[in-house]
């Protein structure tokens, strides 16, 4: 018989989970939320991935290393002179760890704040029945609880390379990733996909000499061509070396370091030595330990749960939200559908719209985007009429002294309806705010252009852009 019930409880702390949980508690539901994951003394440490091993200290990483690039490389041109530059990679990685902390307390104060009653433990189902589910506790608390409603959000993880565990020592994970204690000389990447680009960056900014091997002969084929050509162009120009069309093939971890080796995209055989190596070739849904046997919860083939459009599950009133069902593996995306579901338990309507969920690469340039690329657009038929602007004629980037890339508008040609927004350069990961928007009120690209935008303001390329799809910019 479980000792404490609730209304509703929600397995997993991260974007998905505690957003879930706060919004359910907001809306008058006695609410739980039990999550596992551990701080470096054992207490509790919400915030899932997201907050403790991946957008966060990924974020802090990239700032502290961009800032150190700035000040070695741009610095001078701003008059600035250094002498004796230097970076402390353990001060680094302690302000990346002291930034993960606030926000792990700031969850638990928000779980206090809303009357969220938390769980440190592993939540698994143990039985099913009477209007009920008895949820098990495992940790540094033991109990039963049940609730009428479930709503899991469980994650992901890493996935490896077939054969090569991560020791997180010499072959990493994203985990592993953000905890290298000194700047290795030489650091080779599996997969150039986002973490790929984002923690390759990190550490090539800090002087590591980083290659990047993609099996795919294109670079970020889900990105807009236009877009992912510049950005390419930036990177390689920085000195990431990106190898496109490779097939890895043994990768050896030699204690002292690893060897990978791998055939070219021209079938020529090479074998790379480093310090350590990144793998980050995407993730897998994560349900271990939640038991989803003991009530039939049913997973697909990929081992994610499967859900219909409004995250409902197989069983009645249990729901699942964010990495470990279908979609973008994205903290924004979990977070949406975590408040929508709350709002669905209440009897409301919640709603997330697939078609504007925005994309970042934290990368310098940034790139984001929302909506569909001009290869997509083509691939459905669709007649659409293309703008861009490149940040070079804009005020704001020239005073920046960051004028890399370009905003791209892709409208209906019939309608003018904004269809899809690419960004690459300084700040897209703001910029793209306005476009999500503009797409929410199915705006068009004329709405854009006759809005005013301040002045000097990276925003005034977005409307530029859009001006260019009806071929009349006023500064380019
Ligand atoms: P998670 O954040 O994975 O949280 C799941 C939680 O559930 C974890 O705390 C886990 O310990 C807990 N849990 C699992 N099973 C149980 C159980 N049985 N009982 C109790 N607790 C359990 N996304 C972005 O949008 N922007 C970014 O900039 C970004 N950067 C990223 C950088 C990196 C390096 C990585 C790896 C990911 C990044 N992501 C980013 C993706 C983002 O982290 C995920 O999409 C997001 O965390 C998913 O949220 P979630 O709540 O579904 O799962
Ligand atoms: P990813 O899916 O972005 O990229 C994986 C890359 O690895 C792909 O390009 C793929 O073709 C390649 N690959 C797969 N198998 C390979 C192999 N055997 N050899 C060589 N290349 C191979 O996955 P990643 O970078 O691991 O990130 C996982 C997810 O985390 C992302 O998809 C994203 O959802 C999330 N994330 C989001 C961030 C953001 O929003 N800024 C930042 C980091 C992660």
């Known amino acids: 018989m479980a000792n404490k019930q609730f209304d509703v409880v929600v397995i997993g702390g991260g974007p998905g989970g505690y957003i879930a949980a706060i919004r359910a508690a907001q809306l008058g539901f006695n609410t739980a939320c039990i999550d596992e994951w551990k701080n470096g003394k054992g207490g509790p440490a919400p915030g899932g991935t ?7 200290p990924s974020k802090a990483l990239l700032q502290s290393s961009e800032n150190y690039e700035q000040a070695a490389k741009h610095f001078g041109d701003h008059g600035i002179s250094m002498s004796n530059l230097a970076i402390d990679i353990g001060k680094m990685l302690a302000r990346k760890d002291a930034v993960v902390k606030q926000n792990n307390d700031g969850i638990l104060y928000l779980f206090k704040k809303n009357k969220v009653t938390f769980f440190h433990g592993r939540g698994s189902f143990a039985t099913a029945g009477d ?3 008895e949820i098990k506790v495992a940790g540094s ?12 959000a469980t994650g992901s993880n890493p996935r490896a390379l077939p054969g090569v565990p991560f020791d997180e020592d010499k072959v990493l994970s994203n985990d592993g990733a953000l905890r290298v204690p000194a700047v290795p000389q030489k650091l080779v990447l599996i997969g150039s996909g986002v973490i790929g680009l984002e923690m390759g960056s990190v550490w090539r900014r800090v002087g590591a000499e980083v290659t990047v091997l993609e099996a795919l002969p294109t670079f970020l084929g889900a990105v807009d061509e236009q877009i992912a050509k510049e950005a390419h162009k930036a990177f390689t120009r920085q000195g990431l070396k990106i190898e496109l069309g490779v097939k890895v093939g043994e990768v050896r971890n030699e204690g002292q370091g690893v060897s990978v080796s791998y055939t070219t995209a021209t079938g020529q055989a090479q074998k790379l030595q480093a310090d350590r190596l990144i793998v980050s070739i995407g993730r897998v849904p994560n349900t271990i330990g939640l038991d989803p046997e003991a009530v039939g919860l049913a997973l697909d083939e990929r081992g994610a749960i499967v859900v219909d459009a409004e995250c409902r599950t197989n069983l009645p009133n249990v729901w699942a939200v964010g990495d470990v069902v279908r979609g973008p593996m994205l903290a924004h995306k979990a977070e949406e559908e975590g408040v929508a579901v709350a709002e669905r338990i209440a009897g409301q ?11 970042v690469i934290y990368t310098s340039p940034e790139i984001a985007w929302v909506g569909r690329t001009e290869q997509q657009l083509k691939a459905d038929g669709v007649q659409y009429k293309a703008g861009t602007f490149p940040f070079m004629a804009n005020g704001r980037a ?23 927004v690419h960004i690459v350069g300084p700040m897209a990961s703001e910029l793209i705010s306005e476009a999500v928007v503009a797409m929410e009120f199915k705006a ?4 854009i252009a006759r809005i005013c935008h301040a002045h000097p303001s990276l925003s005034e390329a977005t ?11 006023l500064n380019f």
């Open 463 to 473: 409307k530029e852009a859009a001006l260019a799809v009806d071929k009349r910019t």
């Open 444 to 447: 068009s690209s004329e709405d």
């Open 349 to 359: 309507h919640g709603h997330v719209d697939f078609n504007t969920i925005p994309w």
């Open 141 to 152: 608390q033991e109990e039963t609880i049940s609730a009428r409603h479930v709503i899991v």
């Open 131 to 133: 209007g009920a589910y």
């Open 398 to 420: 020239r005073a920046l002294g960051d004028t890399t890339g370009m905003v791209k508008f892709l409208a209906d040609a019939k309608t003018d309806e904004i269809l899809g």
């Open 50 to 56: 997201c907050t403790n091993v991946g957008c966060i």
